[in-house]
């Protein structure tokens, strides 16, 4: 099972950028999750979306702001990153579980197979 993200770097606050996820088709995966660990801070979830119907969840922490979205026929999964603040620098990790979106199971241990990481720096 491979799970890769792209699409980190530096941007200014205020700033968009946008992190894409693909995962390979071999694993009967459902949510694909996005989340950051900043230095000296646990990994926290953002966002995650089904692949089965579709539905998507946000952290308060980052809803209004960030979108998420899918492209089923290429495995990918966008996680679209509006006015960056600098608390949002971290490196983002994208994930799948077997399980559904659900913002209860947002957690690291509901999913089973990461990607390696995107460093986001938000500075001026």
């Known amino acids: 099972v491979q799970v890769a993200e792209s699409g980190g770097g530096l941007v200014q606050p205020g700033g968009s950028l946008t992190l894409s996820c693909t995962a390979s088709?071999?694993?009967?995966?459902?949510?694909i999750g996005w989340f950051r660990q900043a230095p000296g801070k646990e990994r926290e979830g953002l966002s995650c979306i089904s692949s089965s119907n579709g539905a998507t969840g946000f952290v308060d922490s980052v809803k209004g702001r960030f979108t998420i979205s899918r492209d089923s026929a290429k495995n990918t999964v966008d996680l679209q990153m509006n006015n960056l603040e600098r608390d949002d620098t971290a490196v983002y990790y994208c994930?799948?579980?077997?399980?559904?979106?659900?913002?209860?199971?947002?957690?690291?241990?509901?999913?089973?197979?990461w990607g390696q990481g995107t460093q986001v720096t938000v500075s001026s």
């Open positions: 088709a071999s694993f009967n995966y459902d949510a």
């Open positions: 994930a799948i579980s077997i399980f559904p979106c659900n913002l209860e199971r947002l957690y690291p241990g509901w999913y089973d197979h």
